[in-house]
């Protein structure tokens, strides 16, 4: 096994360590960055987030709302990929959240509230961040409750 810098990495991550941190802390400063644009400025977020206008009318409660709950998930990752120790925990968490948001736009397309199109629209921004998320914590949780090599 090759030594870098004094440490020899664990069997079978492939980089990994490493990786999978630094893209749970790029989506989580997406997110932070999203929440508080949707905190400081709900109407220009409102308008210029790609078929945002489709889901229904402008409610500056509601915007803001969710942009707490954005910049919460954006913590959940900063601060999973720099606690190891409750990496799992935290990375679970924001996706929950994820995935429960996904699951509802999805039931908005099934009962006629927006068209099918508007998966697509969705895909990169709400569809696709909790298949990242449940990977992210899947990594994490198998990585902490793997068994030790000699």
């Given at each position: 096994m090759?030594?870098?810098?004094?440490?020899?990495p664990a069997?079978?991550?492939g980089g990994s360590h490493r990786t999978i941190p630094i893209l749970a802390s790029i989506l989580g400063l997406g997110a932070i960055a999203n929440g508080l644009f949707m905190l400081v400025d709900p109407v220009n977020?409102?308008?210029a987030v790609p078929g945002v206008t489709n889901t229904g009318p402008f409610n500056q409660h509601f915007i803001r709302d969710i942009g707490m709950i954005y910049a919460f998930v954006g913590l959940?990752?900063?601060?999973?990929?720099?606690?190891?120790?409750?990496r799992t925990?935290?990375?679970?968490?924001?996706?929950?959240?994820?995935?429960g948001h996904a699951l509802f736009h999805i039931w908005e397309v099934s009962v006629g509230i927006c068209g099918p199109r508007q998966l697509l629209i969705d895909f990169p921004d709400v569809l696709?961040?909790?298949?990242?998320?449940?990977?992210m914590s899947a990594w994490a949780h198998a990585i902490r409750h793997r068994p030790a090599t000699m």
């Open positions: 090759v030594e870098l810098a004094g440490k020899t069997r079978g991550s977020w409102y308008f959940c990752y900063i601060a999973g990929a720099r606690v190891k120790s409750n925990l935290l990375w679970s968490v924001g996706t929950v959240w994820l995935a696709l961040p909790p298949f990242i998320g449940a990977a």
